[in-house]
């Protein structure tokens, strides 16, 4: 039975990190389930794993900040949630 493993990005396109997850993705994918969580849908780095998408990229202020990365949390509870069995150990 193979491990689930999460990745969460904002984005995979434009910076180092970025491409890291993407590369990372490719080698991870064949020994574990692999999940890659990102805010906004910008793909650009070829990756392997399934995407799933929140939709919810910050804003420039405080509170904006502040309610997009509650919001964010509370998806995350919910993907977990739903896919408590992927998750699990």
């Not at 396109?13 to 064949?30: F, H, I, P």
């Not at 997009?68 to 069995?85: G, P, Q, W």
């Amino acid at each position: 039975m193979k491990k689930n493993i999460l990745i969460i990005i904002p984005t995979l396109s434009g910076g180092g990190a970025e491409k890291v997850a993407a590369n990372l993705s490719k080698v991870l994918s064949k020994k574990y389930n692999l999940y890659l969580i990102i805010f906004q849908n910008e793909i650009t780095y070829d990756y392997s794993g399934k995407i799933i998408n929140l939709g919810l990229m910050g804003k420039n202020n405080f509170f904006s900040k502040l309610s997009v990365f509650l919001k964010r949390i509370i998806k995350l509870k919910k993907i977990k949630k739903k896919e408590a069995k992927c998750f699990a150990s």
